[in-house]
Each structure stands twice: as structure tokens, then as C-alpha cells.
């Protein structure tokens, strides 16, 4: 199974500010996906990152907020931009491949708050 | 669409004990189904999944899930439920290995010596 590492682990930032947040895996996968989990609620979609392709973003995201990288098919990045302190959550990247029946791992996540 | 719910935001059982965690799933395709857990300030580990081979599934620590498509269900359960057993545990859906996981509310499981 995939190992996925994430850095940093957690961050104190300041309003108005960006944070980028890497996403490394140790063999190379299909798909990556972006996804928060706010206080004491579950994970939801940020977007999709495919390598060689436009992030695709769910509904309540845009790429001028969460703009994503994904240059090669062990690696993303998501950066949070002009943050807020209702930006404060966990932001978790996940990875499945290379076949389709192989379940997502994820990596420990970033925490981040918002002063 | 997909989607999963999760009955009882809160379970709590004595150490021992029999664990069972409620998972219904909606999905207009043949589901994938995973549970993972959480520990405090990690992230999210895998314990069991089902990808249409047995429809009873053993996970790690003990813990196993069946798939009851005329149920729409696939329950975790324990037979016996230890300290270190206490998390969240969420039930999540896709349709494949390559599309998004669609998660469940959490179950948070605490257990009582």
C-alpha cells in the first residue's frame, strides 16, 4: 500500500496569509485527492488532482482559494490562500492506484489554525 | 450520487464487549465500502474494505464488516472491545478505486473499563 507524507504537520498562521501544504507518495498513483475535515466533523472533497490535468474542485471550492499542483505522479500540493480563521481544519491528501480496486490511504494531515 | 450514514454520532460499550458501528450506503452502482479509523490528532487509517469479492471482510484489530446489499448495510463489528479501541471511526463509499470517498458523518467509539 501507499505511503503518503504530508508536510508540514500542522501550522499557526496569520489572517490573510497562504500556506502551501505538500503531499509526497512513495509509488507512483493514479489519482490524488484533496480533502478537509473542519472541527469535530467528518472529511469532504476539496478536488481531484489528476497528474497532467486541471485539479477538478467540488462545489463551494474554487482554485482561486485552494489552488493545487500536481506535477508528477508522486506529488501535490494544496495551497490555502488568503486564509480566514474558518480555514482552521485538518487538510488531508489521499491516494489511490495504480489499480482501480486498491483503496485510498491517506497521509497524516495538516492541521492548521488561523489566528 | 453516493452517500453513507452513519447511525449514532456516539457509541460507548464496556471494555469486553461487543462493538457494533452502523454503516447504510446509497449508491446507484456497485459500492466500494471502506471503514477507517482516527485517532486523536492523526490521520486516517484503513481498517477493513470491500470491493465485491467476500462479502464478510476482516480488517485489522480484530474488527469485520459484512456487506448485505439487501440491506444496503456494512456494519463493523468487534467481539470484544479493548481501551485502545476508542476513536472515530468513519464509513465511507465510492464507486471505484479512483473516484472520490464519500464519507460518513464519524462514529465516535468510547469504551469503559
Keep these: 500500500s501507499a505511503v503518503i507524507s504530508q508536510k508540514p504537520s500542522r501550522d499557526i498562521c496569520q489572517r490573510g496569509t497562504s500556506l502551501t501544504i505538500q503531499c ?15 472541527p469535530g466533523q467528518s472529511l469532504t472533497l476539496i478536488a481531484t488532482a489528476n497528474q497532467g490535468s486541471e485539479a477538478t474542485y467540488e462545489s463551494g471550492f ?8 500536481r506535477p508528477n505522479l508522486t506529488f501535490s500540493t494544496l495551497t490555502v490562500s488568503n486564509m480566514s480563521p474558518e480555514d482552521s481544519s485538518i487538510y488531508l491528501c489521499s491516494a489511490s492506484g495504480p489499480t482501480s480496486n486498491q483503496p485510498q490511504h491517506f497521509g497524516d494531515g495538516t492541521r492548521l489554525s488561523i489566528l | 450520487a453516493q452517500s453513507v450514514t452513519q447511525l449514532g454520532s456516539h457509541v460507548s460499550v464496556s471494555e469486553g ?7 447504510n450506503y446509497s449508491s ?38 459484512e456487506f448485505k446489499k439487501s440491506e444496503t ?7 470484544s ?28 467509539l468510547s469504551v469503559i473499563a
Design chain 2, 17 to 23: 464487549a461487543l462493538v457494533l458501528l452502523r454503516c
Design chain 1, 62 to 69: 474554487v482554485i482561486d482559494k485552494f489552488p493545487i499542483s
Design chain 2, 81 to 108: 472491545a479493548h481501551m485502545s479501541d476508542a476513536a472515530e471511526y468513519f464509513c465511507a463509499v465510492t464507486a471505484s478505486g479512483n473516484t472520490p470517498l464519500v464519507f460518513g458523518k464519524g462514529t465516535r
Design chain 1, 24 to 38: 509526497q507518495v512513495d509509488s507512483q498513483v493514479t489519482m490524488m485527492f484533496w480533502y478537509r475535515q473542519q
Design chain 2, 73 to 79: 448495510s456494512f456494519h463493523l463489528t468487534k467481539p
Design chain 2, 28 to 65: 446507484s452502482v456497485p459500492p466500494y465500502l471502506f471503514w477507517y479509523v482516527q485517532y486523536p490528532n492523526q490521520g486516517l487509517q484503513l481498517l477493513l474494505k470491500y470491493t465485491s469479492a467476500a462479502t464478510l471482510v476482516k480488517g485489522i484489530n480484530g474488527f469485520e464488516a
